[in-house]
């Protein structure tokens, strides 16, 4: 799910490299997870997974923040962004194309 998500909320200028910087985000963040993971199990044992847990917790959180793109043209997905808080639009020629109602 998480690839088919980078690849609708990109601009469609910067989609090719703003997919490849999240792709090389993710295997540095499998690595960093494989080389830690034994070091913590070993020094904190259980606590681990209480530091995984947080991870998943704030996931959760993001995850309820996203808006829902599904019936939404590529071109109107910045908009959906735009109403969010916390994110400051980059996009060209904000407010061109309103989103449809049914796709909030």
């Not at 490849?20 to 020094?43: D, K």
């Not at 995984?52 to 590529?74: D, Q, Y």
């Not at 910045?78 to 639009?89: G, I, P, T, V, Y």
């Amino acid at each position: 799910i998480v690839w088919v998500y980078c690849a609708e909320i990109f601009p469609l200028r910067y989609r090719a490299r703003c997919l490849g910087v999240t792709t090389v985000a993710n295997w540095i963040g499998n690595f960093i997870i494989a080389q830690f993971t034994p070091m913590l199990l070993e020094r904190i044992q259980f606590s681990t997974f209480f530091v995984f847990g947080g991870f998943c917790l704030i996931g959760v959180f993001l995850s309820a923040w996203l808006p829902e793109t599904k019936g939404v043209p590529l071109e109107n997905i910045q908009e959906l962004f735009d109403r969010k808080a916390f994110f400051s639009s980059t996009a060209e020629g904000k407010g061109r194309n309103p989103v449809p109602a049914e796709a909030e």
